[in-house]
């Protein structure tokens, strides 16, 4: 038992007086003779016996009246020792987007709001923290209106994020004692450490809800001209189909089903124009998530691919001109004479096309533009300066010409399934007009094999930005120029030369994207959506316009980017789906002690652990009984 007033306690040493009184009090007694006194002697001794009983009752019950009286006052009460501290109550809201999981007509965000508004006193202080937004030392009536108003956001912490902003709202008073709400569905990649003493959870789930989500798109081929749109769905359980509807802005373009595999997962095809801006719009409806069921992408008219031969003379380029025609490239011929050094970072491939050699100044330049993202086709000549060649390859990647060989091969190995080939082929062919070299040079590299001769070297080197040829092609030294290959072999250089833009950006982390256009200085790009406008962070260089997207936006869709009111490039956002696959952790399981299924529940544990028992009122009740007490005494014993 403890006192809220223990110095009050000193008085009940004043019970000392009465009892000294009682035990100490003198009584003088005259003796009269009487004749017989006997029987008057007897009567005497009974009272004086009644009257001392009488007395040591009465003295009792009011000490125990004063006695009761002074603990009253001195207020004694049962609690645990954490019910003496400050209480601070700190509640982490998840109100990311697995909480627009609905359970009986309202979804898991609403019901915690709903919860938390009726388990807490409407006065008391409190400090409350979603995904984004912080409320510090607030009362529950002062943010009533925000809860109800909150937003799903894109973001979720997990539970060390979550711990570790909640210690940031913790005040520096001493003696404290803070209990840290966690009010979520607690996914299972929100469980990332192990979990501290003073966290309470309360889990928000469903036992069961099926969800579809589109997760992923991206052009899987392009076949005469027209896209092959790929689109992945998946589910949290199993499905048979569902419909999908693609819209170009708010048209219908084209609908269909995808049916489910065993493994929740499906994969649908729409064919679509590849030169034909669209703003795509991909939808589904399912009970599940809403926000996984839209998703966004756009695809902008395809630009021309510029590309620059460079030769010793004007007439190693015609096959070339024959190949990158005015529909789809933009190609220009110059000897090394005539280059004009600084258009070459405007172009995107550029085909070193038998050069005697290779200059300092030419190969500094080329390993700019390639490390800007240019494509390189190096092509020798048959009497080569080696040196400079080897020295400009070493600067791109490890290869090494070596000698020459004087002995004619057939090129008879093609590789189907390196990207220049990969749709070129119905199927592999085995037996064709071979064309041939006169000679070639040996290479050390590592680059893969896209042509070989029939002894297994290499005739054509490369992946990806850049391609070496070990022969030169001249009609001089080969027939190469009138194979069935020169034709798909270069054409899709070019094409690979300019990668199409990302279909979309996924929204949470810093996005980059290059916008190819030039600004003056003091001009900025604007990012647009209807009425919505921000300016992300940008830097210019001579051709293109970096932005970095970082918390903006916010909201999903498809975004203009405008150069005062022209609008140069649309992109589109699409939030994660981290969070459409449902996938639950057991915090009955994993916190046992503290985990609670509601809100409700969790503070009236709170409350009853941190709750004092006072106990004057009894005090006050026994000093009552004790009074009752004397009166019987004084009515019962004469």
């Known amino acids: 038992m403890q006192f809220k007033h223990p110095e009050l306690l000193w008085a009940l040493l004043l019970l000392l007086i009465p009892i000294l009184i009682h035990l100490f009090q003198l009584r003088k007694f005259k003796k009269t003779p009487f004749t017989n006194v006997k029987l008057l002697q007897k009567v005497i001794s009974e009272s004086r016996k009644s009257n001392t009983l009488k007395k040591w009752l009465l003295l009792f019950t009011r000490l125990a009246i004063y006695a009761c009286i002074i603990v009253s ?23 990311s987007f697995s909480m627009q999981a609905k359970t009986n007509g309202s979804t898991l965000l609403e ?7 009726k388990a807490l006193p409407s006065n008391d202080e409190i400090s409350v923290f979603t995904n984004e937004k912080v409320f510090r030392n607030v009362t529950i009536k002062d943010i009533k209106n925000d809860l109800l108003k909150l937003k ?18 913790l005040s520096d008073r001493n003696n404290t004692l803070s209990n840290v709400v966690l009010i979520s569905d607690f996914q299972g990649n929100i469980l990332k450490k192990e979990i501290d003493s003073n966290l309470y959870f309360v889990q928000k789930r469903v036992n069961k809800i099926k969800n579809v989500a589109i997760d992923s798109v991206f052009i899987e081929d392009v076949i005469d001209d027209n896209f092959q749109l ?35 997962s499906s994969k649908i095809i729409f064919t679509i124009p ?10 589904i409806e399912d009970e599940g998530l809403s926000y996984d069921n839209t998703f966004y992408f756009n695809i902008e008219e395809t630009e021309k691919i510029r590309v620059t031969s460079i030769s010793g003379d004007d007439t190693n380029h015609n096959y070339l001109k024959r190949i990158y025609t005015g529909d789809e490239f933009i190609f220009n011929s110059t000897t090394l004479k005539t280059l ?30 390639y490390d800007n993202g240019g494509s390189i086709v190096l092509i020798p000549s048959i009497n080569p300066d080696l040196a400079s060649y080897n020295r400009f390859a070493s600067t791109l990647t490890p290869i090494n010409y070596g000698s020459r060989i004087t002995e004619e091969r057939n090129i008879t190995n093609i590789s189907f399934n390196h990207l220049l ?3 070129v082929f119905t199927s592999k062919v085995t ?88 600004i003056e200085k003091d001009n900025i790009l604007k990012v647009t959506k209807n009425d919505y406008e921000f300016i992300p962070e940008q830097q210019s260089f001579s051709n293109r316009v970096n932005l970095a997207f970082k918390d903006t936006p916010s909201v999903d869709g498809i975004y203009e980017v405008k150069k005062d009111d022209e609008t140069i490039k649309t992109i589109s956002f699409n939030h994660s789906r981290e969070e459409s696959n449902l996938i639950y952790s057991n915090m009955q399981e994993i916190a046992p002690n503290s985990s609670k299924s509601s809100v409700k529940e969790l503070f009236r544990v709170l409350n009853a652990n941190n709750a004092i028992n006072e106990l004057w009122k009894w005090f006050v009740i026994g000093a009552l009984l004790f009074a009752c007490l004397e009166i019987l005494i004084q009515k019962i014993i004469k």
């Open 230 to 264: 790929a689109v992945n769905l998946t589910s949290n359980i199993t499905v048979e189909s569902i419909p999908v509807s693609l819209y170009n802005d708010e048209k219908l373009i084209a609908k269909t089903a995808a049916k489910f595999s065993k493994s929740n």
């Open 421 to 423: 080939y990969k749709n």
């Open 73 to 95: 006052f001195a207020q004694p009460f049962f609690a645990k020792k954490t019910a003496l501290q400050q209480q601070e109550t700190i509640i982490y809201l998840d109100d």
């Open 340 to 369: 004009n050094y600084s258009s070459i970072e405007d172009q995107n491939l550029i085909v070193i096309n038998e050069l005697s050699s290779i200059p300092n100044s030419l190969y500094a330049v080329l390993k700019s533009f």
């Open 111 to 117: 019901s915690a709001v709903q919860d938390v508004l």
């Open 152 to 169: 799903y956001s894109s973001k979720q912490l997990n539970l060390n994020e979550a711990s570790l902003k909640a210690r940031t709202l």
């Open 431 to 518: 037996n064709f007009q071979y064309p041939k070299v006169s000679s070639y040079y040996n290479t050390n590299s590592r680059l893969p094999k896209v042509l070989s001769f029939e002894n297994n070297a290499p005739f054509l080197l490369g992946n990806n930005r850049m391609y070496f040829f070990t022969a030169a092609i001249s009609k001089e030294n080969s027939n190469f120029k009138n194979s069935p290959l020169i034709v798909p072999t270069f054409y899709n250089i070019g094409k690979n030369s300019l990668a199409l833009p990302a279909l979309y950006q996924v929204m949470g982390n810093t996005i980059n994207v290059d916008i190819p256009v030039s």
């Open 274 to 283: 590849a030169n034909r801006t669209i703003k795509g719009i991909l939808k």
